[in-house]
T-cell receptor, first 115, second 113 residues
Framework: EAGVVQSPRYKIIEKKQPVAFWCNPI?????LYWYRQNLGQGPELLIR????????DSQLPKDRFSAERLKGVDSTLKIQPAELGDSAVYLC?????????????FGPGTRLLVL | GNSVTQMEGPVTLSEEAFLTINCTYT??????LFWYVQYPGEGLQLLLK?????DKGSNKGFEATYRKETTSFHLEKGSVQVSDSAVYFC????????????FGTGTSLTVIP
């Protein structure tokens, strides 16, 4: 079974440029999460989807970040414009649903460097 | 609120040494507890989990017991190997917040031959 797929794996951009990350969750997983992991820190949740609905986006900086999961499968996270402080690893995870016993499976992440 | 506190690293051990990585948590409800491992260049992988008090999670020689009385979930392994070198994250999930995960800051482990 394929795991969570993310692309690109690495991205280097200049500040004020836009950037987008793509995630394909494990087949059949209804819940999708985007996390940001700063250097030396644990992941922090940005947004959670149940199918195509964003049910928790309280930690998403909405002035510059946006996300979508139009058909309830793949998801895209966008930053526009990027700032120096956005340099981090962006992780996507999925689970069957959001019940507490469900394990979250993580992708390899996209490492973003903003210059 | 919910939070996880891990012992700070980095930790360096010789092969076959005993490993303990401390993890304590605060939670508003009754969380599930997890240890995830991140090998160099790879994503987070579930190592083990426990869903209620006194449960013991185990995998690949690692163990952790859910201690409600001390709000702890310490990770242990009796004899580490070089291949165990990675960053270990303690995490909790709270069903009150839709299975949102709260991660510790991670503990880097290096095992030397």
């Amino acid at each position: 079974e394929a795991g969570v797929v993310q692309s690109p794996r690495y991205k280097i951009i200049e500040k004020k440029q836009p950037v987008a990350f793509w995630c394909n969750p494990i087949s059949g997983h209804n819940t999708l999460y985007w996390y940001r992991q700063n250097l030396g820190q644990g992941p922090e949740l940005l947004i959670r989807y149940e199918n195509e609905e964003a049910v928790d986006d309280s930690q998403l900086p909405k002035d510059r970040f946006s996300a979508e999961r139009l058909k309830g499968v793949d998801s895209t996270l966008k930053i526009q414009p990027a700032e120096l402080g956005d340099s981090a690893v962006y992780l996507c995870a999925s689970s069957l649903d959001s019940q507490v016993l469900e394990t979250q499976y993580f992708g390899p992440g996209t490492r973003l460097l903003v210059l | 609120g919910n939070s996880v506190t891990q012992m700070e690293g980095p930790v360096t051990l010789s092969e076959e040494a005993f490993l303990t990585i401390n993890c304590t948590y605060t939670a508003t409800g009754y969380p599930s507890l997890f240890w995830y491992v991140q090998y160099p260049g790879e994503g987070l992988q579930l190592l083990l989990k426990a869903t209620k008090a006194d449960d013991k999670g185990s995998n690949k020689g690692f163990e952790a017991t859910y201690r409600k009385e001390t709000t702890s979930f310490h990770l242990e392994k009796g004899s580490v190997q070089v291949s165990d070198s990675a960053v270990y994250f303690c995490a909790l999930s709270d069903h009150n917040t839709g299975n949102q995960f709260y991660f510790g800051t991670g503990t880097s482990l290096t095992v030397i031959p």
